[in-house]
T-cell receptor, first 107, second 116 residues
Framework: GQNIDQPTEMTATEGAIVQINCTYQ??????LFWYQQHAGEAPTFLSY????GLEEKGRFSSFLSRSKGYSYLLLKELQMKDSASYLC????????FGPGTRLSVLP | ETGVTQSPTHLIKTRGQQVTLRCSSQ?????VSWYQQALGQGPQFIFQ???????GRGNFPPRFSGLQFPNYSSELNVNALELDDSALYLC???????????????FGEGSRLTVL
């Protein structure tokens, strides 16, 4: 079966660092993706990991451990505009998305 | 903006009716996939179209069907609407199956369907 778990909600303070975890159990694996979705808007691509390790992209970093079925998205120097849902997705033949983590950034 | 456009943006139907949703892919993209996103949930894969043929389908009944046209635009049709079909329907385009080499999907803003 296909199963992806993420925390439902998280809250953090402006300027802080937050880590959003994702665990997955899927029949196949061809990359793990993170998307950002602001309320009422389309998801937009943030990052992609296919090999173990950390990928850094400005204030955003994503980590993958394939043996543990685990990934996290790290957001540094949080800004109010980072308040959004963050979707973890595994690509096999197609994409399987997790339920999303709704992040609220407070002043 | 991704260059993927969907229409209509909002619509209301009653149970048992049929609906057609449309998607224009980003220029240069040959693959379109459709997702259903219920409120507060992640997108659920419906199916993918590549070179005008269905290539992969999620756990959705046959009353969900689609088309892809020679210009790579696409339609999603849902027959015999049920209350649980109320959701945001997202279209995503890419160059190649499942996002191609980069894996990146480019999403439209979605069509919000309400079934009464």
């Amino acid at each position: 079966g296909q199963n992806i778990d993420q925390p439902t909600e998280m809250t953090a303070t402006e300027g802080a660092i937050v880590q959003i975890n994702c665990t997955y159990q899927t029949s196949g694996f061809n990359g793990l993706f993170w998307y950002q979705q602001h309320a009422g808007e389309a998801p937009t691509f943030l990052s992609y990991n296919v090999l173990d390790g950390l990928e850094e992209k400005g204030r955003f970093s994503s980590f993958l451990s394939r043996s543990k079925g685990y990934s996290y998205l790290l957001l540094k120097e949080l800004q109010m505009k980072d308040s959004a849902s963050y979707l973890c997705a595994v690509r096999d033949q197609n994409f399987v998305f997790g339920p999303g983590t709704r992040l609220s950034v407070l002043p | 903006e991704t260059g993927v456009t969907q229409s209509p943006t909002h619509l209301i139907k009653t149970r048992g009716q049929q609906v057609t949703l449309r998607c224009s892919s980003q220029s240069g993209h040959n693959t379109v996939s459709w997702y259903q996103q219920a409120l507060g949930q992640g997108p659920q894969f419906i199916f993918q179209y590549y070179r005008e043929e269905e290539n992969g389908r999620g756990n959705f009944p046959p009353r969900f069907s689609g088309l892809q046209f020679p210009n790579y635009s696409s339609e999603l049709n849902v027959n015999a609407l049920e209350l649980d079909d109320s959701a945001l329907y997202l279209c995503a385009s890419s160059w190649g199956l499942a996002g191609g080499n980069t894996g990146e999907l480019f999403f439209g803003e979605g069509s919000r369907l309400t079934v009464l």
